[in-house]
């Protein structure tokens, strides 16, 4: 989880190294944000949706947390996506402009990788991010969480995968769905595939 914007391009994100103690501040941060807003653990986790056993780990490591869900925390507390990251009031109320590289990476797992395109802009009522997904033969790990998702493909194949069924996406191909489905992207071709998402709850 690097919490600094990245001057890099995608294929610099690729190999980035992220220092634990960042996932660890974001740990922290996450389990003070839950207990200001009053709620236990097992009772964040009931209103989040979450199994409360994979809750307290993210509460102890900050690894492997959703972008979707950290999206979900910052909206059930009422605070902004950026501040849960970093710490820090988003600033910007009449525009961000965000240049190309530019995107604060917010959330990565092997393979997976986001950048946010409004992090200083307070009080969003969606989150653009940019989604790189790098080739690979692993199946998409399937998530839920609450609003409206929007995603269009900018690069390569994105293999939208239900519980049911899979949509490829091509270059200038986008979906508009309900996340509240079990759902997961894959990379479909052999260079990297790049989408960008909305999601508003």
């Known amino acids: 989880m690097t919490l600094s914007p990245s001057n890099g391009t995608v294929a610099d994100l690729a190999v980035e190294q992220v220092p634990e103690s960042q996932f660890k501040e974001l740990a922290q ?6 207990d200001a807003c009053g709620y236990t653990a097992d009772e964040f986790a009931q209103k989040l949706g979450v199994d409360p056993v994979i809750y307290r780990a993210y509460e102890q ?14 909206n059930v ?14 600033k910007l109320n009449n525009y961000q402009v965000v240049r190309a590289g530019k995107g604060q990476v917010v959330d990565r797992f092997p393979g997976y990788h986001f950048q946010d395109l409004a992090y200083g802009y307070n009080h969003k009522i969606m989150q653009p991010l940019l989604v790189t997904l790098d080739p690979s033969d ?3 790990e399937l998530v839920t969480h609450a609003g409206q998702e929007f995603n269009y493909v900018t690069q390569g194949t994105v ?20 996340p509240q489905l079990p759902h997961g992207q894959r990379c479909g071709s052999s260079e990297p595939a790049v989408f960008v998402t909305m999601i508003a709850e």
């Open 61 to 74: 490591t900050g690894f492997d947390v959703p972008a979707s869900l950290l999206l979900h925390i910052a």
């Open 138 to 140: 692993e199946p998409a």
């Open 29 to 34: 941060r996450i389990a003070g944000l839950r």
């Open 77 to 90: 507390c009422k605070v902004d996506m950026a501040e849960l990251l970093t710490g820090t009031n988003s």
């Open 159 to 178: 293999v939208l995968v239900f519980a049911d069924r899979e949509i490829e996406l091509n270059v200038g191909d986008s979906i508009y769905f309900n």
